[in-house]
């Protein structure tokens, strides 16, 4: 790997690191069964805030301040299936347990489902749909989008890891998305904490192939848990490492 941070990571001589680059170039460096989980929220293929109504809005940043919606890269239709159809690959040999993908909800292109078909090929076993219930309707016409999954699957021929294989697990989870974030399609810690912590031990290494502001990295930090984060994005990349190092260093814990 290119990355001494990441690679320091694997061999556990530290604790988290945050790649700038293509995911796809950062997982093929990565050895077989090396990970325990994958946890992402990669691009939709929506086209969000490139010329939308979304790209005339502002949204407010965790500091207050108010900033434009920028275009998230990769996220034309094409772009997104590339990308999230090799990290999925990719998945399929470092993964040791479990991969656990945002993918959109609703329409009106049908993300999920394309998501959920594809992690049931090609090396991996789609096992469950849990819906993120973000309580308030966001924007749209008529049926407004209160919802999200978050579709989980784990390499084909294995199985998922439990921490308490005897604890229920509901899959509806209800929560707020995050009112001031630095990131347009910030996940709350608390979601992504749910899914690491059911899932992997203390010291497991989780990796955020599509990582954007570093939520999945405060989540490993607040749960004891290794970190790699990739992101593409200049601007992001930097938003998470800082975020990412504050976490891990006791400064930041949301």
């Known amino acids: 790997m290119s990355d001494e941070g990441a690679a320091a990571v694997l061999a556990g001589d530290r604790s988290w690191a945050v790649v700038q680059g293509d995911c796809l170039d950062v ?13 992402t929220d990669p ?3 929506h086209n969000n805030a490139d010329g939308d109504l979304l790209s005339r809005l502002h949204m407010v940043v965790a500091d207050q301040r108010e900033s434009p919606q920028s275009a998230i890269l990769n996220d034309d239709q094409d772009s997104m299936r590339k990308v999230v159809d090799g990290m999925l690959t990719h998945a399929a040999r470092v993964l040791r347990c479990c991969c656990c993908c945002c993918c959109g909800g609703g329409g009106p292109r049908p993300t999920f ?3 959920a078909q594809r992690m049931d090929a090609g090396g991996m076993a789609f096992n469950h749909a849990v819906v993120w219930d973000k ?10 989008r209160q919802y999200e999954f978050v579709h989980v699957a784990h390499r084909r021929g294995g199985r998922l890891a439990w921490r308490d294989g005897q604890k229920p697990i509901p899959n509806i989870v209800s929560m707020s998305k995050p009112r001031a974030g630095l990131h347009p399609n910030e ?9 690491i912590e ?3 031990e203390p010291g497991g290494l989780v990796v955020d192939p599509f990582c954007g502001s570093g939520t999945t990295g405060v989540a490993c930090a607040n749960l004891g848990r290794r970190f790699i984060g990739i992101e593409l994005d200049e601007k992001h990349h930097a938003t998470a490492v800082e975020r ?9 814990f949301g």
């Not at 077989?32 to 994958?38: C, L």
């Not at 996940?187 to 899914?195: D, R, S």
Request: proline fraction near 8%; avoid cysteine; charged fraction near 25%.
């Open 27 to 39: 997982l093929a460096g990565m050895p077989d069964e090396s990970v325990d989980m994958i946890w």
């Open 43 to 45: 691009p939709y293929g």
């Open 113 to 115: 489902a394309w998501v």
């Open 135 to 144: 309580k308030n309707p966001s924007l749209g016409w008529r049926y407004r």
């Open 187 to 195: 996940k709350p810690v608390e979601l992504v904490a749910k899914f």
């Open 198 to 200: 059911a899932h992997t």
């Open 244 to 252: 990412v190092r504050g976490a891990f260093e006791g400064k930041l």
